[in-house]
């Protein structure tokens, strides 16, 4: 991988070798549904797009069969901010709508691990974490709902940057849930990260939730005194020790003792964690019935003129969905349903409230919490996919984040003895990024991943 920083490449030569690796790579791991052969500008900075992300006049599939001849009319907001320095070179794999932890959800393939191709890439960014980490782009944008930023970074030993929401524009997303989306940075480093970052902020019209923010230069890394990060007391219990992998789990402990010099590390309690996961699997499936409501057969997909009734186009197409689009749907109506939604969802919400209210209590002692990304290193492909809640156990370290909508970090700590990456997270609280990156950065420069 590249050490440079972004802003010290060359620019031409760093075209070269993307585009050399996009074409020696991409049929071997399946990172690109698409690629832009004609569109290559060897003038900008290349970067890959998750394809949930929309592009004006370029196809957008959101992983699924259903929006295969999908053409956007415009570019998300996202986009807009990276034109001036940076070119998109192609469209990356997902889970379809972005529904998964793996990309095995995808309706066109499986994008294999960098370090292992027996293994996931991790999901739902599966394929923008995979094209950074085989050098297929300089950077890739993805999103991150639960951890589907974060979760792959982890698993393919690349640093994934999950935004305060509101920070980044949500316009231009293929929405999942709205509440807890937002677009993410997947870098080689973190300073990649916070200078790609610095394109991408400030308020947009179009997204209601954003806001200004007072930071113009997140480069500008900044650590006064010694810091104090939380070590979450109950990750030492049985319920998490057993569900950690021992590796992760020894990666962890060795990770706080390298990194004690510089930060100040303090228990503290944030029972919530362990219904963080339920919440959110309640939460999320139901907001995805609403928005997935507009795959009506006449905006999206389908094709009226086959049809004989209204009946025959709304159904047209819902073939195409894949299972796990439809299990969502289908456990969000059930959740929202007469009769049900005051024991789920709102409960679910009640929930939400208690941990960002926890949370919020916690960060006015410390400056950022640690833990790790994931209980495990990147799975065996296929080895969780006719389990689909111990698929969902792997959000456990990350759904907080998005729940409370609080910026949290993805950082490479090593790797275990079959040479698997490891990641560890980073939580600080709401509009905090630039804190955060600070720590994040010096953490990166601790641990020497990349030097490996």
């Given amino acids: 991988m590249n050490k440079k920083h972004i802003d010290e490449l060359n620019i031409a030569e760093e075209n070269k070798i993307v585009r050399d690796n996009i074409n020696n790579l991409n049929d071997e791991y399946n990172v690109y549904i698409t690629i832009f052969d004609d569109d290559f500008n060897k003038e900008k900075i290349p970067y890959a797009l998750k394809d949930n992300i929309s592009l004006k006049g370029k196809r957008m599939t959101a ?11 415009y570019n998300a907001t996202v986009v807009d901010r990276l034109n001036d320095k940076y ?9 379809s709508f972005a529904f998964g932890s793996s990309t095995e959800n995808s309706g066109y393939f499986i994008t294999k691990n960098p ?18 980490g085989l050098n297929m782009a300089t950077f890739a944008l993805g ?16 640093v994934g940057y999950k935004p305060t929401y509101g920070l980044l524009s949500r ?18 480093s973190v300073y990649d990260c916070s200078y790609v970052l610095n394109s991408l902020i400030s308020k947009d019209p179009k997204d209601v939730q954003t806001y200004e923010s007072e930071v113009n230069d997140f480069t500008q890394f900044n650590i006064s005194g010694k810091p104090k990060i939380g070590l979450i007391k109950e990750l030492n219990t049985q319920l998490f020790t057993n569900m950690m992998g021992k590796d992760v789990y020894s990666n962890y402990l060795s990770s706080i003792k390298l990194l004690s010099q510089d930060f100040d590390f303090v228990e503290i309690s944030f029972k919530d964690i362990e219904y963080s996961l339920p919440a959110y699997y309640i939460i999320t499936p139901s907001e995805i019935s609403s928005n997935m409501a ?25 073939e195409l969905f894949e299972d ?10 059930f959740s929202l349903s007469s009769g049900y939604a005051d024991k789920y969802y709102e409960n ?64 490479p700590s090593g790797f275990n003895e079959k040479h698997l990456p490891i990641g560890m997270q980073l939580f600080a609280k709401r509009k905090d990024d630039f804190k955060l990156l600070s720590f994040a950065n010096r953490c990166e420069e601790i641990f020497n991943f990349n030097n490996d």
């Fill in 63 to 73: 992983g699924s069969k259903y929006l295969k001849s999908y053409i956007s009319p």
């Fill in 171 to 188: 316009y231009g997303l293929a929405a999942m849930g709205s509440s807890l989306d937002v677009p993410g940075i997947i870098s080689r």
């Fill in 324 to 333: 796990e689009v439809k299990r969502r749907i289908f456990i969000g109506n």
């Fill in 115 to 132: 370090y292992d191709k027996s293994r996931v890439a991790g999901g739902s960014s599966g394929g923008s974490a995979a094209a950074v």
């Fill in 294 to 318: 507009r795959y009506d057969g006449i905006r999206f997909g389908g094709d009226e003129a086959k049809h004989n009734s209204i009946d025959e186009i709304y159904y047209s197409g819902r």
């Fill in 348 to 411: 679910a919400v009640s929930i939400r409230n208690e941990i960002r209210n926890k949370l919020s209590d916690i960060f006015n002692s410390i400056d950022a919490i640690f833990l790790p990304t994931s209980p495990n290193v990147a799975f065996e492909i296929g080895s969780k996919t006719t389990n689909p809640v111990e698929m969902y156990m792997e959000d456990i370290f990350t759904v907080s984040a998005n729940i409370a909508g609080i910026p949290a970090i993805s950082i």
């Fill in 143 to 158: 999103t991150d709902t639960g951890g589907s930023v974060r979760l792959p970074a982890s698993f393919c030993g690349v």
């Fill in 87 to 95: 070119n998109v070179v192609g469209k990356t794999n997902l889970d």
